[in-house]
């Protein structure tokens, strides 16, 4: 018995660690790394800052419809290239950094 849990939660965490792996990658196809970073600040804030202070349906509104200054210029540009799948899981990974 404990050696059946020791392996479902093996099998777990390495379920947990390639969905953060695609999610992760996802972003960076997507162009995110280029203005963030996971803990330091760039561009933008890090992942770990937005995780701290969105929730992932805000994660998820924003990276879709992107961020604007108050003049209309963008600061932040639309992603309609993601699925719905791919932004729920991008979203889940950037909340998961908290």
Do not use: Y
Not at 60 to 77: A, D, L, Q
């Amino acid at each position: 018995m404990k050696k059946s849990l020791i392996i479902a939660t093996i099998i777990s965490a390495s379920t947990f660690t390639l969905a953060a792996q695609a999610s992760e990658q996802i972003a960076r196809e997507n162009m995110c790394f280029k203005c963030h970073a996971i803990d330091s600040k760039k561009k933008a804030p890090s992942f770990q800052s937005i995780a701290r202070n969105a929730s992932t349906d805000e994660i998820k509104h924003t990276i879709r419809k992107g961020v604007s200054s108050f003049f209309g210029k963008e600061k932040m540009p639309a992603n309609d290239s993601m699925s719905d799948a791919e932004l729920k899981s991008v979203a889940t990974w950037i909340k998961s950094l908290s």
